[in-house]
Nanobody, 123 residues
């Protein structure tokens, strides 16, 4: 499985950004997918996840109400719409495909990872 994340960049606080992640090589629609982020000197943490059908989503408390995860199974693509960005959202964002059809927040549930895309939010 290959995952290609894109859409990162440098923005001002309060701005919006949409990340995309294109998947190939696996039956994308059967598995939950998620976004994680890793800030300098910190471990990789869960941001959002979505079930195969898109009917169930899960978010970290820090992004609830600001970020929206979605997926297009026909295009094997997942998205993370980020609004009202804050400096503390600055991190490398990783997309991942799970081994399961349920949404888990632990990184060990995810077997395949994209290369990461950097989001920098300045105040």
């Amino acid at each position: 499985v290959q995952l290609q994340a894109s859409g990162g960049g440098s923005v001002q606080a309060g701005d919006s950004l949409r990340l995309s992640c294109a998947a190939s090589g696996r039956t994308f629609s059967l598995y939950a997918v998620g976004w994680f982020r890793q800030a300098p000197q910190n471990k990789r943490v869960f941001v959002a996840g979505i079930a195969p059908s898109g009917s169930t989503t899960r978010y970290a408390d820090s992004v609830k109400g600001r970020f929206t995860i979605s997926r297009d199974n026909a295009e094997n693509t997942m998205y993370l719409q980020m609004t009202s960005l804050k400096p503390e959202d600055t991190a490398v964002y990783y997309c991942a495909v799970s081994n399961y059809d349920d949404v888990f927040s632990g990184p060990r549930a995810y077997a395949y990872w994209g290369q990461g895309t950097l989001v920098t939010v300045s105040s």
